[in-house]
């Protein structure tokens, strides 16, 4: 069974920094692309970061510049470095991986709480 356990969340003064980890255990972690996705208070989930089993990436907008997503194939773990965080990057933040065999199945972990307050 996939299972993805997150953690790293907490509460950071605007302008701090924050590393989010993501373990998962159950798959083949090298083959596998990893996201990162995350949903305010209101909002829908939305994509943040996304990294390949080939190490390429992709970042939303309004994260680009600030976050960066990497993996530790040894340790089974992706990460999110997230600086210059503001107020606006509250939210949880999810882990993500997903599998194509014939129909999309998506796994997720169940989240981190990441505040951004004075």
């Known amino acids: 069974q996939v299972q993805l356990v997150e953690s790293g969340g907490g509460l950071v003064q605007p302008g701090g920094s924050l590393r989010l980890s993501c373990v998962a255990s159950?798959?083949?972690?090298?083959?596998?692309?990893m996201s990162w996705h995350r949903q305010a208070p209101g909002k829908e989930r939305e994509l943040v970061a996304l990294?390949?089993?080939?190490?390429?990436?992709n970042y939303s907008g309004s994260v680009k510049g600030r976050f960066t997503i990497s993996r530790d194939n040894a340790k089974n773990t992706v990460y999110l470095q997230m600086n210059s965080l503001t107020p606006d990057d509250t939210a949880v933040y999810y882990c993500?991986?997903?599998?194509?065999?014939?129909?999309?199945?998506?796994?997720w972990g169940q989240g981190t709480q990441v505040t951004v307050s004075s």
């Open positions: 990294i390949t089993a080939r190490d390429t990436t």
């Open positions: 159950g798959v083949t972690f090298s083959v596998l692309g």
């Open positions: 993500n991986t997903w599998r194509n065999n014939g129909v999309r199945r998506d796994y």
